[in-house]
């Protein structure tokens, strides 16, 4: 118990409850460190992190890319542009060639599904899911548990709410897993189609209806639409989809609870998936994701690095 | 030379033999079947409990030559089909060039004298280069002797080009092979459609994409009054079609591949690349809906479907591997695991599914064991327990995701023509 013995984090599926309890736990213990002038600890001193984002991102790196420095790791950031990839060589070449450079973890962004499945098995470094394809992105949804427990005390028997395009949501799929593993009630808002074959089975209710997935709810997640969704047919304008699905302060106040949280993971299309009164008004706590992810990866980063270590020293 | 098989349980589905007896090759051709025979001259093969069976057809696999001799070639293949007591394969059109015209057709065949093991027969392509727009120069490839037409690979996405096949191909009286998939519905897709894909953030290939297209095929068919053979089916609802428009009185045939009833969906988890096939594993109403509908005599025959590619090829994301499965080594065994073993097939109807009726769709002689036919035949210990192994293929590629599977069933000794052509170790 409270143990922690992966070396990798891919994805919050395969994680028991009691696992994803001791990170936020973790993640709170580091949350000071970020508040103090000198803001760092010697956690990681002497490791090499590698951010390896094969796809644009701001946010998340930075935020990685902050958590790693705060704990004193060395860091390395590549971004397609500038490897290999480029030149025909193939992914696990890439990675066999940054492993032989004998660093400690390799943070993966990518848009394939599962990629670092596959790779993380014959690699030696942790290897850290920075958001897969459509399949997960387990630190956005721990920073977005870490933020609900912070504010209401407690996960278990709360109701979710999740709206947007879940079909392409790897926040969504993470978010699932691990608010179902403790114990949330969880409902999923979308048009129909933007709702995955089957997701039923992963135990969420379901709804097309917007008021439906605010009515009793004590946090929504608010997720970002894009457009070239609609390009590809999936639904009719982005203006019908900000009249059905965008949330309003109108719409939150008619039917949530007067203490509803309004998350979104960034980056927002104001005035589509969320209006502006509610993105800066007083149920939004998304800045407060983004100052909490940095705890979150700070401990994610710690955990997985503690437990490659052990595992050398065996 | 004459070869002497002795005490073979010897099946034949066409004339419904099961019976302990010996058989006599001399030459090329069976010369006599019966109990006790003697031949001093003979080189005798004790096949004391073995299953003595025609050579198995199959009317589906990719040798890849030309043009992809890296992955496999006419030989290789033939060693791999050999190996899975297959003693006629035919050959699908995407290679390079695409086997689309006379001169790509006698090359195949050419290649095929010079170095395959066993009988190899081109599929032609149904569209130039695989394109679906314009017909490809059938009655030519006909003469130069290919058995079949297929765009394998894509699906005939025209239907009034797909009518214009199955009229211009029944005045040949040659078969048309139809990969069944509506492009626009699979567009993108690298799984099935389901709880799995919508877990792994993978895109799913519904069904439906498959299921629309048989039923115009179909419709087509009935509306011409022409012959069709479609490719590895894979859905419940495809099974459904087919079973109606065979009691329809139509002339539809079709084929599932030894993966589409030995795996579901659920075998994608992990992201093994080897899992990656068109159309894709299924869920498990699907796998039933196979067995059912090879046990009800819905499906005529197995076809591998025998895909290979090179391991640099599949070890890269799921979402850019390649599809397909190698199957001619690993057929028999799954065949005898998954329907024989548990009762869904007689070792008499394997032997239809495997020789027997894909001959008869080709329009073959060949399928079926009788004095004076061609020696091609297969014997193989039904009861032999083994785990699929890397090391035993004869294969170029070794794309599969049986490694490792324990089966029951396995190849002793594969004849072709009046020759021992395999051997087990």
């Keep these: 118990m409270n143990e922690w013995t992966r070396k990798d984090l891919l994805g919050l599926e395969e994680l028991s409850a009691q696992?994803?309890?001791?990170i936020l736990q973790t993640a709170g213990s580091f949350k000071e460190v970020s508040t103090r002038s000198v803001k760092k600890v010697p956690t990681l001193r002497g490791k090499t992190i590698v951010l390896f984002f094969f796809e644009p991102s701001t946010r998340t790196r930075t935020s990685f890319e902050l958590a790693a420095k705060r704990l004193s790791a060395d860091t390395l950031s590549i971004a397609t542009s500038t490897s290999a990839i480029q030149k025909g060589e193939t992914l696990k070449d890439t990675f066999k060639n940054i492993e032989a450079?004998?660093?400690?973890?390799?943070i993966l962004r990518h848009s394939s599904s599962g990629v670092m499945h596959t790779l993380a098995e014959s690699m030696g470094p942790s290897i850290i899911n920075a958001g897969d394809g459509c399949h997960e992105h387990p630190t956005q949804a721990l920073l977005d548990m870490f933020t609900i427990k912070e504010k209401k005390g407690k996960i278990k028997g709360l109701n979710v709410s999740i709206i947007g395009d879940i079909t392409h949501s790897r926040v969504a799929r993470s978010n699932i897993w691990g608010l179902k593993k403790l114990g949330a009630n969880v409902t999923i808002c979308a048009p129909r189609t933007l709702l995955p074959r089957e997701i039923e089975k992963m135990g969420v209710n379901i709804t097309t209806d917007l008021s439906k997935a605010l009515k009793g709810a004590d946090v929504i997640n608010i997720l970002r639409i894009q457009k070239e969704r609609q390009k590809a047919g999936l639904f009719p304008s982005m203006r019908e989809y900000a009249i059905q699905y965008g949330v309003s302060k109108e719409k939150l106040e008619k039917y949530a609870k007067k203490d509803v949280l309004v998350m979104h993971p960034g980056p927002m299309n104001r005035g589509i998936e969320i209006m502006p009164d509610v993105a800066d008004g007083t149920y939004s706590v998304i800045l407060e994701q983004v100052t909490n992810g940095i705890a979150v990866r700070m401990a994610v980063l710690y955990l997985v690095s503690q437990a490659n270590s052990d595992e050398q020293e065996q | 030379m004459k070869l002497l098989i002795k005490n073979a349980r010897v099946i034949d589905a066409k004339s419904n033999l099961d019976d302990q007896l010996d058989v006599l090759i001399e030459n090329n051709k069976i010369a006599k079947i019966a109990k006790n025979i003697k031949d001093k001259d003979a080189e005798i093969i004790d096949a004391q409990d073995k299953v003595l069976m025609p050579g198995f057809v199959d009317m589906h696999v990719h040798l890849r030559e030309p043009g992809y001799e890296y992955k496999e070639t006419i030989k290789t293949g033939s060693m791999a089909a050999a190996a899975g007591g297959f003693t006629t394969v035919c050959c699908m059109p995407n290679t390079n060039p695409v086997i689309d015209n006379q001169g790509v057709v006698e090359f195949v065949i050419s290649e095929a004298r010079k170095t395959a093991l066993i009988n190899v027969l081109p599929i032609g392509a149904i569209t130039k280069g695989l394109k679906g727009e314009e017909l490809s120069e059938i009655a030519d490839m006909q003469n130069a002797g290919i058995i079949a037409i297929s765009d394998d690979g894509n699906g005939v996405m025209n239907a009034d080009l797909m009518r214009r096949a199955l009229e211009y191909a029944s005045m040949l009286n040659i078969l048309v092979i139809a990969h069944s998939e509506n492009n626009d519905l699979s567009f993108g897709g690298v799984m099935n459609e389901g709880y799995i894909s919508t877990k792994l953030g993978l895109k799913g290939i519904p069904t439906l994409a498959e299921v629309t297209m048989i039923a115009r095929d179909i419709e087509i068919a009935r509306y011409t009054d022409t012959c069709l053979h479609i490719a590895h089916i894979s859905a419940k609802e495809s099974v459904v079609l087919v079973k109606r428009a065979k009691k329809d009185g139509l002339k539809i045939t079709c084929e599932a591949t030894p993966h589409h009833f030995s795996l579901t969906d659920e075998?994608?988890?992990?992201?093994?690349t080897n899992t990656k096939v068109n159309p894709p594993l299924r869920a498990k109403a699907d796998v039933q809906a196979i067995k059912q509908g090879l046990k009800d005599g819905t499906i005529d025959c197995i076809a591998t479907d025998h895909a290979p590619h090179a391991e640099s090829e599949k070890d890269v994301e799921y979402d850019h591997a390649p599809f397909g499965i190698i199957g001619l080594e690993t057929a028999l065994s799954l065949a005898i695991s998954e329907l024989v073993e548990p009762g869904i097939l007689t070792l008499n109807q394997l032997c239809e599914k495997m020789a027997y009726n894909p001959a008869k769709i080709l329009?073959?002689?060949?399928?079926?064991?009788a004095e004076g036919s061609n020696a091609d035949l297969v014997i193989f210990d039904p009861e032999k327990e083994s785990i699929i192994s890397l090391a035993n293929f004869k294969s170029k590629s070794k794309?599969?995701?049986?490694?490792?599977?324990?089966?029951?069933?396995?190849?002793?000794?594969?004849?072709?023509?009046?020759?021992?052509?395999?051997?087990a170790d």
């Design chain 2, 399 to 423: 794309n599969t995701p049986f490694i490792g599977r324990k089966v029951k069933g396995a190849v002793a000794l594969t004849i072709s023509n009046g020759k021992i052509i395999y051997q």
């Design chain 2, 267 to 272: 075998a994608v988890l992990g992201y093994d």
């Design chain 2, 363 to 369: 329009g073959l002689d060949k399928g079926y064991i």
């Design chain 1, 101 to 106: 450079m004998k660093v400690d973890a390799i």
């Design chain 1, 19 to 22: 696992e994803i309890e001791l």
